[in-house]
């Protein structure tokens, strides 16, 4: 017996519609099952992202912190090295002002009339030109004034020769002779100026007095006495230090004191 022939589109949505059945329990039971697995993990991955973020904003905050903290360190170690250095400078300056007062009133043992107690050079807007600065003491043990002349020598070499400048070649010749006089102290200072080409290596000041059995010398490198000060050029007036008034008025009140 002979099965019923069904219409063609029976034969085409009949395995159409099972297709479209399958595709959806398909969908409906393990795309679903896959896209809910993707929102989770999606979801943990944007909240790792975010743990992640307030890590790092963390840690720039902990490096801002340990970077100011190094910054105030840094600044801290300035200031004491900065106090320490003045500390150092004063304690240089205590020492030389004592130092000067030994000297002065022969505390040191020293029986020397006449004594080159500083020297320093100052460089000056000319680079051949320097400032002389000097100051001689006298004991106070030695109540006469004493009066003479200065001699500055410097040793250096010009164009690969060896080469004595004194006076004559150093000081100008509207500056006159370079004298001294004074009962217990005095400060001097002169302009020199150096050849051109010539490489100064060591300074020389010889004291000469009628009251003096031989010259009294002070010799120093060069390079010494211009590391002393060399911050600033010199002006053309150089006041007195507050240590060289103080050191007036001591010899003021000490030679009144002497005569009263």
């Not at 034969?11 to 039971?29: N, R, S």
């Not at 100011?68 to 205590?94: G, M, Y």
């Amino acid at each position: 017996m002979n099965s019923p022939k069904l219409p063609k589109w029976q034969l085409i949505a009949v395995p159409a519609v099972g297709i479209a059945l399958g595709v959806f329990y398909f969908g409906k039971y393990f795309v679903a099952d896959e896209l809910i697995l993707a929102r989770h993990e999606i979801a943990s991955l944007e909240q790792k992202l975010q743990d992640t973020k307030i890590l790092l904003d963390e840690e720039r905050a902990r490096s801002s912190v340990a970077e100011a903290e190094v910054d105030i360190v840094r600044r801290a170690n300035n200031l004491l090295r900065s106090a320490e250095r003045e500390r150092q400078d004063e304690i240089s300056t205590l020492k030389a002002d004592l130092e000067f007062y030994r000297r002065l009133g022969g505390a040191n043992g020293s029986q020397a009339p006449l004594t080159v107690h500083y020297l320093e050079l100052q460089p000056t807007q000319s680079p051949r030109v320097f400032r002389v600065l000097f100051s001689l003491t006298q004991n106070l043990r030695w109540a006469n004034n004493i009066s003479g002349q200065v001699e500055l020598v410097i040793d250096g070499i010009r164009n690969g020769v060896a080469e004595h400048l004194t006076n004559n070649q150093l000081l100008d010749e509207s500056a006159g002779p370079l004298n001294f006089q004074f009962k217990h102290f005095q400060q001097l200072e002169c302009l020199i100026t150096l050849p051109e080409g010539y490489e100064p290596s060591r300074m020389t000041i010889k004291l000469d007095s009628n009251s003096l059995r031989t010259p009294v010398e002070l010799s120093m490198e060069w390079q010494s006495l211009m590391n002393q000060k060399t911050d600033e050029p010199a002006d053309d007036e150089t006041p007195l230090s507050f240590g060289n008034i103080m050191r007036h008025k001591w010899i003021e009140k000490a030679t009144a004191n002497r005569h009263s």
